[in-house]
């Protein structure tokens, strides 16, 4: 059954999702970048770059974007709205809180995950603060290796605010790790795990353990596509071949967690990232990666089933486990 789905530029059905990147980003601001002096963001060349990408994407078959961005992380919703106006993209943003050594603002360290969710359903109804604009989905994170008080609540209130507004919940892991960890917390609150996807799970080198995330009826994302400081594709490849082997090609989603700008000064660790970002460009999945599947013996339809199907499946399904 289609659903509903909050684009920056108003809802949509489901059914146009159409083939979808579920997590990239347009720009990414560290919090604090405005406190730099020699920051020099160029905002209109910022859109320039990313209306650029996403008319690449279109061109190539790509009708969605969805852009996971946390609070704390530079959240512009007319910077996305007027990206996806003129460049044809269909664009989904994000409610939700950061792992907590990274970005989440300590406001929402004091408030209660009831108090967290709230925000997070008037993200989801009624728009972002001073925008308007609705939030499609809802994020949510964790450090390495261990989850911590706050983002345990964080994660509570994700789940509280999807069983309210039927929004899917899309999660950072650091380094793929404390995946089944988050699912569980989760689905303790009674969200089906068929709303929920796993992020960053191609980091992680153990089959075994992806398997036990799979196994608690989430989704995972094989998000990290063309980050050659993670890993190559090719060993991502390999383990994303093994899983569709042992029958999980229903719940994986393809993405890149690629960006079009970072905001702030141009220090060369920053300008060398952005050389190679800007290189491969939000294509790179569909332009290189695709071919070496098909290479590899994965068929079209397993292709559209992780990349159009997937996606949608993650709207429509009922919120309450059953």
């Excluded at 569980?184 to 799970?201: D, F, N, T």
């Excluded at 905001?263 to 970002?277: F, N, T």
Aim: net charge neutral; charged share 25%.
């Amino acid at each position: 059954m289609s659903a509903v789905v909050n684009t920056v530029l108003g809802p949509i059905p489901s059914s146009q999702l159409g083939t979808t990147l579920y997590h990239e980003h347009l720009k990414i601001a560290w919090l604090g970048w405005e406190m730099d002096p020699y920051s020099g963001y160029d905002r209109k060349d910022a859109i320039r770059r990313s209306i650029q990408d996403m008319q690449e994407l279109k061109e190539l078959g790509v009708s969605t974007v969805i852009d996971p961005l946390p609070m704390g992380l530079g959240r512009d919703p007319e910077f996305h709205a007027e990206v996806s106006s003129r460049s044809g993209i269909n664009l989904i943003i994000s409610t939700g809180l950061d792992a907590e050594t990274r970005s989440m603002p300590p406001y929402f360290k004091v408030r209660s995950a009831t108090e967290i969710a709230a925000v997070y359903v008037h993200d989801l109804t009624k728009g972002l603060p001073d925008s308007g604009v609705k939030a499609g989905i809802i994020k949510a994170a964790t450090g390495e290796g261990t989850v911590t008080e706050n983002e345990t609540r964080a994660f509570r209130a994700a789940a509280k605010a999807a069983l309210t507004t039927g929004a899917p919940v899309v999660t950072h892991t650091t380094h793929g790790t404390m995946g089944v960890e988050q699912a569980q917390i989760m689905m303790r609150e009674g969200l089906s795990p068929r709303k929920i996807v796993i992020g960053h799970c191609c980091f992680s080198k153990d089959l075994t353990y992806l398997r036990r995330i799979m196994d608690t009826g989430c989704s995972i994302g094989f998000d990290q596509i063309g980050s050659i400081e993670a890993d190559s594709d090719e060993a991502r490849l390999e383990r994303l071949m093994k899983l569709l082997e042992l029958g999980y090609a229903d719940r994986i989603l393809l993405s890149q967690d690629s960006y079009c700008c970072i905001v702030g000064a141009p220090y060369e660790r920053i300008k060398a990232r952005m050389d190679r970002v800007w290189a491969n460009r939000h294509s790179y999945l569909i332009r290189e990666f695709l071919p070496m599947m098909r290479r590899a013996g994965v068929g079209d339809k397993t292709i559209s089933q992780m990349l159009a199907e997937n996606p949608r499946k993650l709207f429509e399904a009922p919120a309450k486990a059953s």
